[in-house]
T-cell receptor, first 111, second 117 residues
Framework: AQSVTQLGSHVSVSEGALVLLRCNYSSSVPPYLFWYVQYPNQGLQLLLKYTTGATLVKGINGFEAEFKKSETSFHLTKPSAHMSDAAEYFCAVSGYSTLTFGKGTMLLVSP | NAGVTQTPKFQVLKTGQSMTLQCAQDMNHNSMYWYRQDPGMGLRLIYYSASEGTTDKGEVPNGYNVSRLNKREFSLRLESAAPSQTSVYFC????????????????FGDGTRLSIL
């Protein structure tokens, strides 16, 4: 069975600071991994995905994530936070015909 | 580009009432999903339909039924609503189909906010 753990239900950063959101996964097969963002009162939007090939994946809005098999991690980063990045972020791993989501990390950005 | 459309956006029910949440996608996707989102719980899968004509239970199916009406539409029914079903419900679709460990992402609607008194 697949599972996802997101470390920290809330992460606070200052505008312009590095954003690091942590995701660890468990999968019995080589995983496909996804990061989604959810703005208030909206559905989830795909930020980026890892399938195969390059382990550093670039997404929308300046976000990127690195797949590290040895650490079973897929952490999301952005070099410089913007106020508009404040949202909830979900990591997900593929399963049989479905995705398994983490519980989410709320990113708070202060001026 | 409508994507995934959910109706209604908001609903208030009394305990014991029934209701059907509607979902339609215009991307010709094979698979459709219903989730509920509760604070601190992430997204939990209620039911999914990997392909037209099939439905399967997810993590939290009790109290719900679904119908895959055609390739575009997937509805979720609460037969006798309970306060524990107060939640935000999301429908999603994907090209995945009945694929083991698909690399296809899911596309989400904007949700239905349901309160049961």
């Amino acid at each position: 069975a697949q599972s996802v753990t997101q470390l920290g239900s809330h992460v606070s950063v200052s505008e312009g600071a590095l954003v690091l959101l942590r995701c660890n996964y468990s999968s019995s097969v080589p995983p496909y991994l996804f990061w989604y963002v959810q703005y208030p009162n909206q559905g989830l939007q795909l930020l980026l995905k890892y399938t195969t090939g390059a382990t550093l994946v670039k997404g929308i809005n300046g976000f990127e994530a690195e797949f590290k098999k040895s650490e079973t991690s897929f952490h999301l980063t952005k070099p410089s936070a913007h106020m508009s990045d404040a949202a909830e972020y979900f990591c997900a791993v593929s399963g049989y015909s479905t995705l398994t989501f983490g519980k989410g990390t709320m990113l708070l950005v202060s001026p | 580009n409508a994507g995934v459309t959910q109706t209604p956006k908001f609903q208030v029910l009394k305990t014991g009432q029934s209701m059907t949440l509607q979902c339609a996608q215009d991307m010709n996707h094979n698979s459709m999903y219903w989730y509920r989102q509760d604070p601190g719980m992430g997204l939990r899968l209620i039911y999914y339909s990997a392909s037209e004509g099939t439905t399967d239970k997810g993590e939290v199916p009790n109290g719900y039924n679904v119908s895959r009406l055609n390739k575009r539409e997937f509805s979720l029914r609460l037969e006798s609503a309970a306060p524990s079903q107060t939640s935000v419900y999301f429908c999603a679709s994907s090209e995945a189909g009945r694929a083991l460990y698909s690399n296809q992402p899911q596309h989400f609607g904007d949700g239905t906010r349901l309160s049961i008194l």
